[in-house]
């Protein structure tokens, strides 16, 4: 394997998800209709899952994902292969976006690793550049189910959060050493009981894991619990930014922001891809603050880009690339 050295400062780097290649997407309707089984799935998918890393290389960003190419949706991926889960109707999120929510029938138990043989793939041939294993969070798994099994909602995230430590410490084992936990419920319900529930089941998930620990939250009032994330047991808060114009950044100075900082400079939701100056402009808003130095800034987008046009998604990365290369030489990283 070729070795990569990760920059000193100004990282960058993606939230996980990618447009779905073609492969994908027939492989996803092939598994759905039963003509093939898992592991033909997961073969199948390994063509989306080289585009998906040789699109990250073109673009030069540092720390990579697989692309999520095999899940259909985050929650649905998790819950079709953990015991105690069946998986319901169609139910809409917003707009024309839909998914088949998932129901708790029985006990959440761990049965074999689910998004490890991706990572584990993807790492294999990304010459060298680190691959980060990311799973969705117990509480966005809670959130976004129905439960008819658990008496509280307390025992259920408790019991997602075991089985998913499995899922990590299998992932940490074969050699990941970024794990990024995605949970974008939380933003939706940014109240102080909600954030603890979260904290414990961070606790039980994460404890004595060698490895760097990433969180995901997305658009939300994030600001109510902010004091709330800073308890938690990772490395890095890895939040949106450019879609609700840095709005979250004099908070992040008010509670004293000491974490690194996964810091979303362009808009998963637009079609205009921002300019390199615009990106550069918007690290010189949080280097103002004076609460984390370069070495803690990881540059990315708010989000997942699955659902940009790969060519809007390669030219958004591609010019973060480019802001971070300048800003290393400006600030005498290079």
């Known amino acids: 394997m070729t070795s990569y050295t990760l920059p000193k400062a100004f990282i960058t780097t993606v939230v996980g998800s990618y447009p779905k290649f073609p492969e994908a997407k027939d492989a996803l309707e092939r598994r759905k209709r039963n003509e093939i089984s898992e592991e033909e799935f997961r073969k199948a998918c390994r063509v989306a899952i080289e585009k998906v890393v040789r699109d990250y290389l073109d673009a030069g960003i540092d720390l990579i994902s697989d692309g999520e190419q095999t899940r259909e949706d985050m929650v649905v991926f998790f819950a079709e292969r953990l015991k105690g889960f069946e998986i ?44 980060k294993f990311i799973i969705t969070g117990p509480y966005t798994i809670l959130d976004w189910s129905f439960n008819l099994y658990y008496k509280s909602r307390e025992d259920l995230i408790m019991d997602l ?27 939706t319900r940014p109240y102080p009981e909600e954030a603890q529930l979260l904290r414990d089941a961070l606790r039980e998930m ?8 990433i969180l995901h939250i997305c658009f939300g009032r994030l600001e109510k619990i902010i004091p709330h994330l800073l308890e ?43 300019t390199v100056k615009e990106i550069k402009d918007a690290v010189y808003m949080l280097l103002k603050l004076d609460i984390i130095g370069p070495e803690k800034i990881y540059l ?18 591609r010019n973060i690339v480019r802001a971070a290369k300048e800003l290393r030489k400006e600030y005498g990283y290079e």
């Open 161 to 187: 959060a075991r089985a998913l430590r499995k899922e990590i410490e299998e992932a940490v084992r074969r050699g990941a050493k970024f794990v990024q936990i995605d949970e974008p419920a939380l933003s």
């Open 232 to 274: 938690y047991p990772v490395d890095q808060l890895d939040l949106e930014f450019k879609n609700s114009n840095f709005r979250l950044l004099p908070f992040l100075k008010e509670y004293g922001y000491n974490k690194e900082l996964g810091y979303g400079v362009v808009d998963v939701h637009s079609l205009r891809v921002e």
């Open 88 to 131: 319901g109707d169609w139910v809409r999120i917003f707009d024309n976006m839909y998914f088949r929510k998932p129901v708790v029938k029985d006990k959440i138990e761990f049965v074999s690793p689910m998004a490890v043989e991706d990572w584990e793939y993807a790492q294999s041939i990304s010459q060298g550049r680190p691959v």
């Open 300 to 317: 990315d987008p708010d989000c997942g880009l699955k659902r940009l046009p790969r060519e809007i998604a390669i030219e958004k990365l």
């Open 206 to 213: 994460l404890h004595g894991l060698d490895c760097k620990k």
